[in-house]
């Protein structure tokens, strides 16, 4: 599925090796559908019951296979901004050609969302889950299983004149992929040599370059418990930035419970979660790291938030050595707080962007060299029989270019395509 915004039928699978670093599939990256005993459904105000209604009738839409029923739920003027490997989406003809029903309709038919965080104020909407569904779509090469499969998603929306104007998703590619792939090599492999970097395609250049464009809160309409809540929040990351392990004892309860990311997975105890994940794990891997949250809310008892860990890469993450390159991970996490302590968290954190990030492509050739294999150019027509398009190339085309037809093997991605809509480019797929 990695290029169904071309419609192309893609050739590479995933890394298994480098899929199986993470460990076997743990109860964070299955699940079975309506096994949850506890749901978390989150609002303070009658625009917030609102806004949650408006996902209700989006996740309706979807279980129910009704493409048409989104046209009263999103905005003309919607920005989809995808995982690595899909990129940004501008307007909702576009969404819901290329996502609706060029993604979701088709990985997943008989798509069911079990929620288990579900949060609105009057402005925005966050939610996290797992997305199940039998896999019959294409996933970056692996062609349709019939398993039954679940992965884990965070999205973050935000609410313009009762329509969703804006989308920040993740979803737990490794843990997906680790279910279609099986069984995975055992033990796990050896460290493998370290690949000649590749450049990351645009769409996620922008999106790790750029901060989001609504990243502040109105902090007056906050109740006194949401700004509290927040406070709690923003002093866990200052322990966490600043390495004071002692301070995380201060924020959390001692029998705290973390849903981590495949690697990491369920953790309980707030000893066991210093030990673990922030010193045997992000200050062992990004010792120089810093976190930000660039969209963040509160609610109840319940705060949310995404953004991106900066640092280093100066310790072992995952059996991959030290690079010493620069990296900007981007998360998500929900807090839930009880007695003024974090008793609770789910945590994504985007292990695709980060491994091309250290050099590998994990995603196979979907994100290959950028090296173009050009078969032939005939006055404005342009033929391009192999390779990665992205938007510079595009726009170093110039006015010359009237047409420009795409091989089997060729990669589009979704700026490419919109720069060549606004040059007045026409874009033609071959089965060549």
Known sequence: MGNSL???????????????????????????????TKKHQVYETAKGKQNIDLIQRMVLAYQTGDLDAHDDIWAEDVIWHGPPGFGDVHGYKAFKRDVLKGIYYQLFPDFYDDVEVQIADDEWISATGFVCGTHTGDWFGVKGTGKTACLRYSDFWRVENGKLKENWLMIDQIGLTQQLIKPLP?????????????????????????????????????????????????????HFVNHHLAGQNQVWSEDMIWHGPPGLGRIKGVAAFKHEVIDGTFYKAFPDLHANLEIKMAVGDFVAGTGHITGSHLGDWFGIAPTARKIKLLFSAFWRIERDRLIESWMMIDHIALLQQLGFDPCGAVYPADSL?????????????????????????????????????????ALARDKARSMGITIEKTGQ
């Open 373 to 413: 294999d050009i078969a032939s150019s005939v006055g404005s027509e342009l033929f391009v029989n192999q390779g990665l398009i992205n938007e510079k190339y595009i726009a170093n085309l110039g006015s010359d270019t009237q047409l420009l037809r795409l091989g089997k093997h060729t990669k589009l991605t």
């Open 6 to 36: 071309t419609n192309e039928t893609p050739d590479p699978r995933f890394d298994a090796d480098l899929v199986a670093r993470f460990g076997p599939i743990n109860a964070n990256t299955t699940h079975v559908k309506g096994c949850l």
């Open 186 to 238: 055992q033990p796990l492999p050896q460290p493998f040599s370290q690949q000649g970097s590749q450049p990351l395609p645009q769409s996620l250049s922008l999106t790790l370059s750029q901060p989001h464009a609504h990243t502040q809160l109105q902090l007056a309409s906050l109740s006194i418990k949401a700004t509290k809540n927040l406070a709690l929040v923003d002093r866990m990351l200052e």
